[in-house]
């Protein structure tokens, strides 16, 4: 079955510490996005990636990092310059950005304290 | 810039009943696409439904519909016949032609009532 996966759905972390999300897609598509969701709030836009070895920043890129080195993956970094990194995470590919549907996968809720 | 306005925070309907979700959208680009996404508990994002601004009939799939009025800016979800697993946060969303990314409303919490 093609899909979405992120690992691991829960992420608990000490405050100071990196920590890589992981996204992979096996549903070939050129397109990939990070979002971060809060309580009660819409998502907004980390990073995406057009294509293998590119990648822009979002709406919310600051103290976040991401590499694209194979199609098939997306994996996003939260650096200890994140203030706020509690928060649910969420993937999503598309065929391409002039796509209009995404596909998510199902999360990472990251907790640091 | 563009910006997806959904106003009712959370509903509580009962079941069976048909659902109006309200989405208000501004955006100045004249070619866009308007989606819907469901929610549920679980956290993932389920795509239901999508229009673009140039379609003439509105959208439908399955017991979704999707009201646009273009003049109003206007993309109002509906759910007919509503069940019990309806019940989740409701996203709406858009995408201007020339953007590479979609921007989300803050959503509304469905909550059907047996």
């Known amino acids: 079955d093609g899909g979405i996966t992120q690992s691991p759905k829960y992420l608990f972390r000490k405050e100071g510490q990196n920590v890589t999300l992981s996204c992979e897609q096996n549903l070939n598509h050129d397109a990939m996005y990070w979002y971060r969701q809060d309580p009660g709030q819409g998502l907004r836009l980390i990073y995406y990636?057009?294509?293998?070895?590119?990648?822009q920043k979002g709406d919310i890129a600051e103290g976040y990092s991401v590499s694209r080195e194979k199609k098939e993956s997306f994996p996003l970094t939260v650096t200890s310059a994140q203030k706020n990194p509690t928060a649910f995470y969420l993937c999503?590919?598309?065929?391409?950005?002039?796509?209009?549907?995404?596909?998510f996968g199902p999360g990472t809720r990251l907790t640091v304290t | 810039a563009q910006k997806i306005t959904q106003t009712q925070p959370g509903m509580f309907v009962q079941e069976k009943e048909a659902v109006t979700l309200d989405c208000t959208y501004d955006t100045s680009d004249q070619s866009y696409g308007l989606f819907w996404y469901k929610q549920p508990s679980s956290g993932e994002m389920i795509f239901l439904i999508y229009?673009?601004?140039?379609?003439?009939q509105n959208a439908t799939e399955g017991r979704y519909s999707l009201n646009f009025q273009k003049a109003r800016k206007s993309a109002n979800l509906v759910i007919s016949a509503s069940q019990l697993g309806d019940s989740a946060m409701y996203f709406c969303a858009m995408r201007g032609y020339r953007d590479d990314k979609i921007i989300f409303g803050k959503g509304t919490r469905l909550h059907i009532l047996p």
């Open positions: 229009q673009g601004s140039y379609d003439e």
């Open positions: 990636s057009q294509i293998v070895n590119d990648f």
């Open positions: 999503a590919s598309s065929i391409g950005t002039d796509s209009y549907e995404q596909y």
